[in-house]
């Protein structure tokens, strides 16, 4: 190809054919556009010659959705600008190019300060506005700040805070993509809706793309896997979540909240995990304000307890004394300190009904002790990548294998039995955290060589059976990529897929657009 | 043992934010902590009481709302606490300030050590520890980073030193100020807040300590801060071009100009 934008893949580009997955791809050409324009460019010239095209932003994702399955690369890294905001009824919105990098963006709504040149005259007023109003925030928080914005939107990231907030999804009011053949699409909140199953989207030229939207029912809990469907939709659901499969979102408008006045953080230590268990089904519904429930099992507290030993980097991190089985976090988003006081004292009373003691519980009413709280939750994924990264050396075939899974509330002591008995008679060795509010946990396989690293992965599979079974998705939050499209034919069957794939072929024709995302192409479909 | 600590109410963030019109740091209630040093105080205190028995006192002179930050530290394990608050203590120096405090101490009875963090994080004078221990005429260490030895009667202690660590044994009662090496902080319990907000509080005025007022607050400060300011951290960057020795008169004349 001898468009400019477009460069042949050398040496100098080798990772960008990886992403945090660790999954290797291999691609012909990649191209950094810094326009929505030159997006329309690259895509039309990748059309006419039938290249494959995958996106990526900061290649943070698990799934390996950014790997390149040959074709070109289109790194939206370049286009980091915020370029509009909107003040409408007490709300603020903003207008993102898609590589804005999470931790930038929370860094200039908190400090207020953005790169005004180029806005327009409503913006600059909106922006005065803003300056002299309180404190806003968005709130998807997916661990890895330095994620983009697009690379959210694809993926509908989550994070802790999603248990009271909900995932990216619900904070997202305009998405413009551009499609494989150049033209644009935007959809906005309360716009074009669906009639039943039947979808007809609108293109910015006034051009239709008619499509049959899957028939599936979607799970009830935490969901990242596959299309977003349901009768009389709204369409903007479809772009959110796609995977990079529909087509290049090329800008994003987020809805900002206002900052809660009192964030309190409390950490209740658990003799055992069934204790634990029972408090997390004890306290929701019936504790107001909780914005985040995480968990961290006995595995990921040995890890923990061993790595602030060895490493002076982790000497920071509390001290677990040996009875300490399972940790429960507990974040507090409330108005007043009184209320986050009351607030604070309904998670004692739960958790002494669940058999635990108020005695042994870690508050925190400040910064400084929320950031301690919040470097002991990062520490423990951190940990056990380097513990992998010691295994690896020995056996180079093993990777971390880590599942994102989730289920209704009503089976949350099931899925935990099912990965307790599973994993016991399978001999393998775990580290399981995340967000146990919403019945989503990552249970992180340790394996110590190849032969229980194939035999996790068979694992794996078993578990997404059981847990669709149960209702559940196969992946909560990470999104499906590559690594999961297995799954995603096992909770859904066939049948879904197919139509997932006639979707897909509606908005991209000749499926250029992140080939190997979500399913495979099947030929007459 | 009984044990008093000293706590002061410091800005939360480094970023202190000085008010361009008075010139004095803009003190938000809401944001303010107690000083990082003397969270170490605080805990090592505990420790102590845990290990040998007693009582800990958190004592602070300070505005009202300093209260909320001695019943924090009183979420921390501390029991009991002293605030010292008036309108005549206002503006005090760290002559001023220590004299207020050895009120205090001696309001709180014969105690056997007193604990300070090493210094507070936004006057960084580290006076404070030393000034108190002249003003009750008993010894002091600074800088202590290890007790290693604790009793009723005396303690041995490691501190850090200009050419690295010293071993100091002391007899009680005497003062210690303490560094970041020494604990790692606890945080609260449930039990300790709930505990911390019941518990009964002692606030004291100037008068109530039985203070010289001449010796309080500003009148009693012979520190006079000529100036302060917010240092200018602004960067400029000046792209050079030109041939290679324009560029070099160019940079040459730029350095005379901020020499």
């Known amino acids: 190809m001898d468009l400019k934008l477009i460069r042949p893949m050398t040496e100098e580009f080798a990772e960008y054919l990886r992403d945090e997955s660790r999954s290797v791809g291999s691609a012909e050409h990649i191209a950094f556009p810094r326009t929505q324009d030159e997006i329309r460019e690259i895509l039309k010239a990748c059309y006419a010659s039938g290249e494959k095209v995958t996106v990526q932003g900061a290649r943070t994702g698990l799934a390996a959705a950014a790997v390149p399955y040959g074709g070109c690369i289109v790194n939206l890294n370049k286009m980091n600008r915020v370029t509009a905001m909107r003040h409408e009824g007490g709300d603020y919105y903003i207008t993102l190019q898609p590589g804005v990098v999470l931790s930038e963006l929370k860094k200039m709504i908190g400090s207020k300060k953005f790169d005004t040149t180029d806005w327009d005259e409503a913006s600059n007023a909106a922006y005065v506005d803003f300056c002299k109003d309180g404190e806003f925030f968005f709130s998807p928080d997916p661990t890895e700040a330095s994620a983009t914005i697009g690379g959210m939107v694809c993926c509908n990231a989550s994070g802790a805070r999603s248990y009271h907030y909900g995932p990216t999804r619900g904070h997202i009011t305009k998405v413009t993509m551009v499609l494989s053949d150049g033209r644009t699409l935007t959809e906005t909140r309360g716009g074009e809706c669906a009639n039943g199953y039947d979808a007809v989207f609108t293109c910015d030229d006034g051009s239709k793309i008619s499509a049959k939207l899957p028939t599936y029912e979607m799970p009830k809990t935490k969901n990242a896997s596959g299309y977003y469907a349901a009768k009389d939709m709204e369409l903007i659901d479809v772009l959110i979540g796609s995977d990079g499969t529909l087509g290049v979102v090329s800008e994003i408008e987020v809805k900002l909240l206002p900052l809660p006045q009192i964030i309190w953080g409390v950490s209740l230590l658990f003799e055992n995990e069934q204790s634990s268990l029972r408090f997390v089904d004890q306290l929701r519904g019936s504790v107001e304000g909780v914005a985040s429930v995480e968990f961290f099992d006995s595995g990921a507290l040995d890890i923990l307890r061993e790595q602030k030993k060895k490493s002076t980097a982790f000497s920071a991190l509390p001290v677990i004394e040996p009875f300490v089985n399972t940790v429960v976090y507990v974040e507090l988003h409330c108005d007043t300190e009184e209320q986050a006081q009351q607030r604070l004292f309904a998670v004692g009373d739960a958790f002494t009904a669940a058999g635990g003691k108020e005695e042994n519980s870690w508050v925190a009413r400040n910064q400084s002790d929320l950031d301690r709280l919040m470097f002991f939750r990062h520490a423990v994924p951190e940990s056990v990548n380097m513990l992998i990264d010691q295994r690896k050396q020995k056996d180079p075939t093993i990777t971390k294998l880590g599942a994102d899974m989730s289920v209704p509330d009503a089976h949350l002591f099931d899925v935990v039995k099912m990965y307790r008995d599973t994993l016991k008679e399978n001999n393998l060795e775990s580290a399981t955290w995340g967000h146990v509010g919403n019945n989503h946990l990552h249970v992180n396989v340790l394996p110590n060589n190849g032969e229980e690293y194939a035999r996790a992965k068979e694992l794996f599979k078993v578990w997404a059976a059981n847990v669709s079974k149960m209702g559940g998705a196969v992946s909560a939050e990470h999104g499906v990529g590559k690594l999961k499209a297995a799954f995603l034919t096992i909770m859904y069957g066939d049948r879904h897929i197919d139509e997932m794939r006639a979707l897909k072929r509606a908005f991209d024709p000749k499926w250029q657009l992140g080939v190997g995302n979500l399913f495979t192409e099947k030929e007459g479909i | ?259």
């Open chain 2, 1 to 259: 043992m009984k044990i008093i600590v000293c706590i002061k109410q410091v800005p939360s963030t480094n970023e202190v934010r000085m008010d361009p019109v008075t010139k004095t740091i803009i003190r938000d209630s809401r944001q303010a902590v107690i000083n990082p040093f003397d969270t170490y105080a605080i805990e090592e205190a505990v420790r102590l009481k845990e290990q040998l028995g007693g009582t800990v006192y958190a004592m602070s002179m300070g505005i009202p709302a300093t209260e909320r930050l001695l019943r924090d530290a009183m979420a921390r394990g501390v029991d009991k606490s002293l605030l010292l608050t008036d309108r005549a203590f206002a503006g005090a120096d760290t002559l001023a300030t220590s004299y207020a405090l050895s009120l205090g101490a001696a309001q709180l009875g014969d105690f056997d050590l007193i604990i300070c963090g090493k210094m507070a994080v936004d006057g960084d004078t580290a006076q404070i520890g030393p000034e108190l221990s002249a003003q009750l005429g008993i010894p002091f260490i600074t800088d202590v980073c290890e007790i290693l030895e604790a009793s009723e009667k005396k303690l041995r202690c490691k501190k850090v030193t200009d050419n690295g660590f010293a071993e100091v044994e002391i007899t009680l009662p005497a003062l210690i100020t303490v560094s970041k090496d020494i604990n790692m902080p606890r945080f609260p319990s449930i039990s300790g807040v709930r505990f911390s907000l019941t518990a009964p509080f002692r606030s004291c005025t100037a008068a109530d300590v039985g203070a010289d007022t001449e010796r309080c607050g500003l009148t009693g400060s012979p520190t006079q801060v000529v100036r302060s300011f917010t240092p200018d951290r602004s960067h400029k960057a000046q792209p050079l071009t030109g041939s290679m020795a324009e560029i070099a008169d160019a940079a040459l004349k730029i350095y005379e100009e901020v020499r």
